[in-house]
């Protein structure tokens, strides 16, 4: 990477952005609606079937602007090229950074260290597809004869997350007899809750381990492959009941899982960014290869939207600019995910993986340290549930968040007149949000409800919603599979383009090994003797009591 990548916040343009971020706090959004009918056209825009409305957040056409000018400063569109091109922009690994190749669905080569990846892609893909025709056509069986009926996920993370969400997106599809279960946490409640409804002979293990060496999953697959040889016949049945997906075949196979069943990714696909792979063979399952492969399409269109657009066209870019302009010009600390429509619950945590594992980050690709913020903090939850719990501190408490609203515009499920109640609170409470409710509203308010003056002084301020808190409204026709894949990778691209403007490795996750390592070495005193070198106090302390429980249990035995 050259020198002149690493402006700084000192820059013109930063500094520029400052002096407006101090004007537009001391505005109400809501003049810009009332002196300009047509911000709503403008920060607007569509893009793969989405519909993105940004005029609510605090933003006007000079911001923009000057976002734009702070994108070319930082050289985030030349850094999309290289990410396209294979070029190993993660830097601290070493590694190339192409999820979008996963996707390519229009095939145009797409070059790692000079080879064309795509005839590989394509390889796993067809394997994925002879793999899946033969479980849904029976003519893959279980050890006893039985077709399979349950997919079994066992995966942490990235080899999780993604896969989860978009199997509870698109459940309406699941149209092949195939029944879904997802084990990731190493709590022992998670895989035995599953194993109870479960019988194996009709059971399909997926372990999803990229490095296949997480503790979590190798441990949860260690034990459902004891739970199954329960009650197969030998190791032999093993075959026909776990496959694998990762990069290592030997720690596979030593596992025990032939690797005629294994599955491969590359280096150059991201944990958090390879629902696209072989990782989302679970989605495959679940909805059918046609299903995820218009995932992979609509994905594709949103990938090429970024690809080729620039300025105010490509909206991933925008959206990526207003996270950097809420986190740095703004303070903002967070951002919420709101998805309307349960089917999208899984949608925050993805996403929060996504973005905080990408661009939680404090040093830059050159290894100094940045010098604003970078990732929010990214939380949520789905609407209208939120609206009648935490939504509270967003019209009335003292921090600015910005958030999300996403949905479906028609629905699988038509029931009553619940899609109509939807999406009339989802466009409400953005406005709310916006708009808020001044103190003569509220005191006018009261007075038409025949309030007296005396109360209407005491309770007035109560009733007081200050507004201007920002959002962006995302809709789409339906839950499509290809209106879901389009909606994760604007949120990828978004996140490349703020980790780009921070000039950050947003393809590493350094600050993760820490915490494994941490575990690894506790473990050992676990229930047991103290040991020889203490730790510190606090973590003395909890060892103590987890002993002091443990021995009493034994003694009691
Ligand atoms: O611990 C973090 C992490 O490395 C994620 O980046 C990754 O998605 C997850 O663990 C699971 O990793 P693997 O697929 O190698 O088991």
Redesign the pocket.
Known sequence: MRKERYAGRMSPIWQLLEVKATEHMRRHPNEWFETDPTRADRLSGRAAGLSIDYSKQRVTDDVIDGLLALADERRVLALRDAMFAGEHINGSEDRAVLHVALRNRSNRPIRFDGVDVMPEVNAVLDHMESFVEAVHSGAWRGFAGDRITDVVNI??????LGTRMVCRALGSYADRGIRVHFVSNIAPSDLASKLAVLDPKTTLFVV???????QE?LANARSARRWFLRSAPDEAAIKKHFVAV?THTERVREFGIDPANMFPIWDWV???Y?LWSA?GLPIALFLGMDRFKALLDGAHALDEEFRLTSGRDNLALILGLIDVWNADFLGSDSLAIFPYGTRLGFLPAHLQ?VMM?SNGKRVRIDGQPVDSHTSPVLWGGLGTNGQHAFYQLLHQGTRLIPSDFISAIRTHSPIGGQQRQLLANLVAQSRALMLGRTLEEVEAQMRAEGAAESTIERIASHRVCPGGQPSNTILFPQMTPEAVGALLALYEHRVFVAGAVWQIDSFD?WG??LG?QMADEVEPFIGTDEPAEPFDGSTQWLLDEIRAHWQADQNAD
């Not at 999803?208 to 997480?214: D, E, I, L, R, Y």
């Open positions: 995966g942490v993370g990235g080899s999780d999803a381990s990229k490095s296949f060496g997480t999953t990762s991201g944990g958090r390879s990782i993986q594992e996750q993760v090994e494994k």
